[in-house]
T-cell receptor, first 117, second 115 residues
Framework: GAVVSQHPSWVICKSGTSVKIECRSL??????MFWYRQFPKQSLMLMAT?????????EQGVEKDKFLINHASLTLSTLTVTSAHPEDSSFYIC?????????????FGPGTRLTVL | AQSVTQLDSHVSVSEGTPVLLRCNYS??????LFWYVQHPNKGLQLLLK??????LVKGINGFEAEFKKSETSFHLTKPSAHMSDAAEYFC?????????????FGTGTKLQVIP
């Protein structure tokens, strides 16, 4: 089946630094990927839609200059949290839609736990 | 507009008793519906999905859900709860308005299983 990986699985950084999170579709191509953020004991909130070869689409209230998204290839999307602050600490999850018969299904990465000190 | 409502934020059952997690949705299109489970500090695992085929969907670990269009519901059930079922469960709606995919998560239901 379709597998999505994320790297790193967890990261701790100092306030003011930037952190890059990678999302890869391992055995299929994804022209679109989705980035979510999940705060403790809350649901997943869609942050942005990553589009291969074009600009990402951000949800209302998400700062595009703070959360930089690059979809450089059909199997890789990156989310960079710039000038991270403690309030950015969260669980970040990416997903990619399947292909063919499972094109209406999202395949989720395992998530990246970000802690900003 | 698309929305998902999980009616219970927390459900507690005794081990061996039935589980019912409720989900209602609204959609302007023909949606696909999913249930995911998330164990603490883990990613999401697909339990089952409805994609316009049979309305009674069977998933992994003994879970099943029934799509009821007239009630706009997609409740998740299991005949007998196991301790390992304790986790957070999310109902998800997916549709394709205007040719692009839109996915909406419910707020989640935390299932507690009492020994």
């Amino acid at each position: 089946g379709a597998v999505v990986s994320q790297h790193p699985s967890w990261v701790i950084c100092k306030s003011g630094t930037s952190v890059k999170i990678e999302c890869r579709s391992l055995d299929f191509q994804a022209t679109t990927m989705f980035w979510y953020r999940q705060f403790p004991k809350q649901s997943l909130m869609l942050m942005a839609t990553s589009n291969e070869g074009s600009k990402a689409t951000y949800e209302q209230g998400v700062e595009k200059d703070k959360f930089l998204i690059n979809h450089a290839s059909l199997t890789l999307s990156t989310l960079t949290v710039t000038s991270a602050h403690p309030e950015d600490s969260s669980f970040y999850i990416c997903s990619a839609p399947g292909q063919g018969a499972v094109s209406n299904e999202q395949f989720f990465g395992p998530g990246t736990r970000l802690t900003v000190l | 507009a698309q929305s998902v409502t999980q009616l219970d934020s927390h459900v507690s059952v005794s081990e061996g008793t039935p589980v019912l997690l409720r989900c209602n949705y609204s959609s302007s299109y023909s949606p696909s519906l999913f249930w995911y489970v998330q164990h603490p500090n883990k990613g999401l695992q697909l339990l089952l999905k409805y994609t316009s085929a049979a309305t009674l969907v069977k998933g992994i670990n003994g879970f099943e859900a029934e799509f009821k269009k007239s009630e706009t519901s997609f409740h998740l059930t299991k005949p007998s709860a196991h301790m390992s079922d304790a986790a957070e469960y999310f109902c998800v709606v997916s549709e394709f308005p205007g040719g692009y995919q839109k996915v909406t998560f419910g707020t989640g239901t935390k299932l507690q299983v009492i020994p």
